[in-house]
């Protein structure tokens, strides 16, 4: 029997808590109540207390407050923590003192008795002699909620042993044969914006949200256990258990469900996801095949289609990857242009692959993240064959990305091409500085660049951004050596070239101003004429060249 204290400032909650609680069928002997944090601490230092309800606003001493003090004075007190949508912000701390559910206002008769059930099983295990390995647990204050995280994750990882673990099973309702399970996994699109705009940069926060919406939409139906994957911050993973029921029924009313869901989670909080829903199945050994086949029903989403939030069932298998969705044979180009420091060229040759994609019959999640992994991989490789410090690289993939200010949400293949931009800005810059320090710069650089490519578009930026120097700085330095603006001996290499070219009777006029760089023949004539004072015809008449 068991003793269990409601902390509220709230009498109207308390009683209603008092009347929908069943008490005698969980085996609770007494109730009890402390109308604020302050006379909550007074009754667990007079009483022995197994439970303990909080109320996240009260004054004086909150909710938060209080489990921190509980944290550290009650480490093994359980404690169920009462509060609102609009309070998360108040409730990170629950997140931390491992409490065992968290229960939203109004409470309900079936979610708080449900929340009862789940505290009383952890009480019940700690009593438990047939398992060292709950009583380990116990023993480090694993709460039910964590006990069964691991649980469902020892089974999606294929790492469960029903035999030596089998006093688990009833954790999740694997002993009842009349149960039915289905994961469901949701990719958050926009996790990083959502995140920084309605989080506080607080993930854990935001999983927390999104897993009581979960819970809170799919509870009249089935009993659902949600939480974030430890693997992928952006994708949560739910998993669905119902009694009887037939697997069409289960399949329509998951897809039914998680369209709510995606729609709440779009309205509170402006969270976009994708879902992919697996297949049901008795056994719950299964639930490692259902989650596959949720992921691979994410992974082929089509993002050339997608226009929002978007639930889907499992997909057979995850879409192939298709011969031109391959970024390895561009590589070498784009290592060329930013060697050269011309990322705006690199970006050019990105782009015309991205077009492959965009002309392509679909582009699903599951290729972006595939491009996505392999296009690291690759630019990785390539910065440290140009000298930049493996320290300076994202090498550990999405959390390493956000650490160097790279957004890595996208939910359509322009968001997808921008973020690939980014990173090149990213790689650019740091191959230009690793080339900076390891490349002492001299002003004779940049008059043999113009040497070598007189007949492309050369602006001063280009320069200035390669050096790390200012445009003003490098005229100036430029010039002193050599007597020329920048500008000014580009015009110059340029017109002797000219000369040079129309010496040949056998070239037009018109492949010589190609071959210079000029946009058409007119343009040419008008930039020879303003040098020299006369035309390129004039000059060849003058020449005898003319033909």
């Known amino acids: 029997m068991y003793k269990v204290l409601i902390i509220d400032d709230e009498e109207p909650l308390r009683e209603a808590i008092r009347i929908l609680g069943?008490?005698?069928?969980?085996?609770?002997?007494?109730?009890?109540?402390?109308t604020d944090g302050k006379?909550?601490?007074?009754?667990?230092?007079?009483?022995?207390?197994?439970?303990?309800?909080?109320?996240?606003?009260?004054?004086?001493?909150?909710?938060?407050?209080?489990?921190?003090?509980?944290?550290?004075?009650?480490?093994?007190?359980?404690?169920i923590v009462i509060s609102g949508y609009n309070d998360f912000e108040y409730t990170r701390q629950a997140i931390r003192s491992k409490v065992v559910d968290y229960l939203l206002k109004p409470v309900n008769r079936h979610d708080l008795n449900q929340s009862l059930r789940k505290a009383i099983d952890v009480l019940d295990a700690k009593r438990k002699k047939d398992s060292d390995f709950i009583n380990r647990n116990i023993t480090l204050n694993m709460s039910l909620p964590r006990l069964k995280e691991k649980v469902y994750l020892s089974i999606i990882e294929r790492s469960f042993?029903?035999?030596?673990?089998?006093?688990?099973?009833?954790?999740?309702?694997?002993?009842?044969?009349?149960n039915r399970f289905?994961?469901?996994?949701?990719?958050?699109?926009?996790?990083?914006?959502?995140?920084?705009?309605?989080?506080?940069?607080d993930t854990d926060l935001l999983h927390f949200a999104v897993a009581n919406v979960i819970n809170e939409i799919t509870g009249d139906h089935f009993q659902?256990?949600?939480?974030?994957s430890p693997k992928q911050e952006r994708e949560m993973i739910a998993i669905l258990t119902m009694k009887g029921g037939y697997p069409e029924d289960i399949a329509y009313r998951s897809v039914h469900q998680m369209n709510k869901v995606a729609a709440t989670l779009k309205e509170l909080f402006g969270i976009v996801v994708a879902a992919g829903i697996g297949h049901s199945s008795h056994d719950a050994m299964e639930i490692a095949s259902s989650y596959e086949a949720a992921k691979a029903a994410i992974s082929a989403i089509d993002l050339l289609k997608l226009k929002g939030a978007v639930v889907t069932g499992a997909a057979d298998r995850a879409?192939?990857?298709?011969?031109?969705?391959?970024?390895?044979?561009?590589?070498?180009?784009?290592?060329?242009?930013?060697?050269?420091?011309?990322?705006?060229?690199?970006?050019?040759?990105?782009?015309?692959?991205?077009?492959?994609?965009?002309?392509?019959?679909?582009?699903?999640?599951?290729e972006a993240d595939r491009a996505l992994h392999e296009y690291i991989i690759l630019l990785n490789d390539t910065a440290?064959?140009?000298?930049?410090?493996?320290?300076?690289?994202?090498?550990?993939?999405?959390?390493?990305?956000?650490?160097?200010?790279?957004?890595?949400?996208?939910?359509?293949?322009?968001?997808?091409?921008?973020?690939?931009?980014?990173?090149?800005?990213?790689?650019?810059?740091?191959?230009?500085?690793?080339?900076?320090?390891?490349?002492?710069?001299?002003?004779?650089?940049?008059?043999?660049?113009?040497?070598?490519?007189?007949?492309?578009e050369i602006k001063i930026s280009m320069f200035a951004d390669k050096y790390f120097l200012s445009r003003e700085y490098l005229m100036k330095l430029f010039k002193q050596q050599f007597g020329f603006g920048i500008h000014e001996y580009v015009q110059k290499v340029r017109m002797d070239k000219a000369k040079e070219l129309l010496d040949d009777s056998s070239l037009k006029i018109q492949d010589i101003s190609e071959m210079l760089g000029y946009k058409d023949k007119n343009y040419f004539s008008k930039a020879f004429r303003n040098y020299y004072s006369l035309s390129p015809s004039e000059y060849r008449a003058l020449n005898g060249t003319d033909k």
């Open 22 to 34: 069943d008490w005698n069928g969980l085996g609770i002997e007494e109730v009890l109540e402390a």
């Open 39 to 79: 006379a909550g601490l007074e009754m667990l230092a007079e009483h022995k207390i197994d439970l303990a309800m909080i109320d996240m606003k009260m004054p004086e001493l909150n909710g938060m407050e209080l489990l921190q003090i509980i944290e550290r004075d009650y480490p093994d007190l359980l404690t």
């Open 161 to 178: 042993k029903s035999q030596t673990n089998e006093a688990f099973l009833p954790l999740i309702g694997a002993d009842d044969p009349g």
């Open 182 to 201: 289905s994961a469901v996994v949701l990719r958050v699109l926009n996790l990083e914006e959502i995140r920084k705009s309605r989080f506080n940069e």
């Open 224 to 228: 659902t256990f949600s939480f974030a």
């Open 319 to 366: 879409s192939a990857v298709k011969d031109n969705q391959s970024l390895t044979s561009r590589i070498p180009t784009i290592r060329n242009a930013l060697e050269g420091g011309n990322v705006q060229h690199a970006k050019a040759i990105l782009s015309e692959f991205v077009k492959k994609w965009k002309s392509s019959d679909g582009f699903s999640f599951g």
């Open 384 to 456: 440290l064959e140009l000298g930049v410090d493996p320290g300076q690289l994202p090498m550990s993939g999405e959390h390493a990305l956000r650490a160097i200010g790279i957004s890595t949400d996208f939910a359509t293949l322009e968001q997808f091409e921008q973020l690939l931009h980014g990173i090149l800005d990213f790689y650019s810059g740091e191959i230009r500085k690793s080339q900076t320090v390891n490349q002492p710069f001299e002003v004779g650089d940049i008059k043999s660049y113009i040497d070598n490519h007189y007949f492309e």
